[in-house]
């Protein structure tokens, strides 16, 4: 990385864009300098390139206009311009010092002493309260909106490793105390693989149709008697002999029918091959513990409140 660091590229960058912008120049002066001879009895509008389309269609030898050319002019004055105020040139910070991390920060203090004690009020209300607060609740949908739905869907629904937050199944528990902690300092969720301790394939798709049967879904029932064996002494640590889950670990309930990476017998059988691997990231420094709290509110609504009806 050091090859694009040092001080050459800086100078090639200055080089450069000084030769690009006087380069139009020239070629611009070059241009207008350049007459049009007309042959005897031809005017302006009659005399040609001699390039011809279509049949008919022929290219007109005139100059360029005037005030082309000064617009022109002028954009080219107004880039030397902005080069010399902001910063475009390698390492050249411009002379008015401005910053877009800087501007970025601005607009960060600025927004801060607009909402920061709208977001303060809020943190000193429980999280059920601030839910049923119109104005808190489409503070949260747009904070959602920003910074969750790239992962759990607009809709909130999730997808194929995302989970759904719109009904009741939670991993660690839907308590609203328990997602703002979720969204505070994020989760790391980790099935290990666990082929190996399973045993032969026939022992894994065994087991899969075992989990099948917890939930009702169609299995094929000597295959389930045969892996419940197998997943009492390997899967029921964290899934529970019965398979509800344990939301102390984070390990899902296998007896309802939601699923997280899907429910077909395959999928099944990947996830305990394989194992699965998740992680939500932690919101903490990053939106602080007010907005947080808003946030958490407003999903905890998701599944806790009834739709707001049309008009």
Not at 118 to 128: G, M, S
Not at 253 to 260: H, K, M, T, V, Y
Not at 268 to 291: C, H, Q, W, Y
Request: charged letters at 15%.
């Amino acid at each position: 990385m050091s090859d694009f660091t040092n001080g050459f590229w800086n100078i090639y960058i200055v080089v450069l864009t000084l030769i690009g912008i006087l380069g139009c120049g020239v070629l611009l002066w070059s241009q207008s300098k350049h007459k049009v001879v007309l042959k005897p009895g031809a005017s302006a509008q009659t005399q040609t390139t001699g390039h011809m389309w279509d049949e008919d269609l022929t290219e007109l030898n005139t100059p360029m206009p005037r005030w082309w050319m000064w617009l022109f002019y002028i954009t080219i004055v107004f880039g030397l311009v902005y080069l010399v105020l902001y910063p475009g040139l390698g390492n050249y910070a411009g002379s008015l010092g401005w910053k877009s991390a800087g501007a970025y920060q601005e607009e960060l203090k600025q927004a801060e002493a607009d909402y920061g004690p709208l977001f303060a009020k809020y943190q000193q209300q429980d999280l059920k309260a601030v839910a049923a607060d119109p104005q808190a609740r489409a503070m949260g949908e747009r904070l959602f909106l920003t910074y969750c739905s790239q992962c759990h869907g607009s809709d909130a629904r999730g997808s194929k490793g995302f989970p759904n937050l719109t009904d009741h199944d939670w991993l660690h528990g839907g308590e609203p105390d328990v997602i703002k902690t979720t969204i505070l300092n994020g989760r790391n969720g980790m099935m290990p693989p666990m082929g190996a301790a399973v045993g032969s394939e026939k022992d894994i798709e065994n087991v899969a149709q075992y989990v099948l049967s917890l939930s009702g879904s169609t299995s094929d029932p000597i295959k389930s008697v045969l892996g419940r064996g197998k997943f009492v002494a390997n899967c029921a640590a964290c899934h529970g002999a019965d398979g509800k889950g344990n939301p102390m670990m984070g390990a899902p309930n296998l007896s309802d029918r939601i699923w997280l990476y899907g429910g077909s017998a395959d999928t099944i059988m990947e996830t305990i091959r394989r194992g699965r691997s998740n992680v939500m990231p932690a919101f903490k420094d990053f939106l602080g513990e007010g907005k947080v709290h808003v946030l958490s509110a407003y999903v905890w609504s998701l599944s806790n409140m009834p739709a707001a009806t049309p008009h």
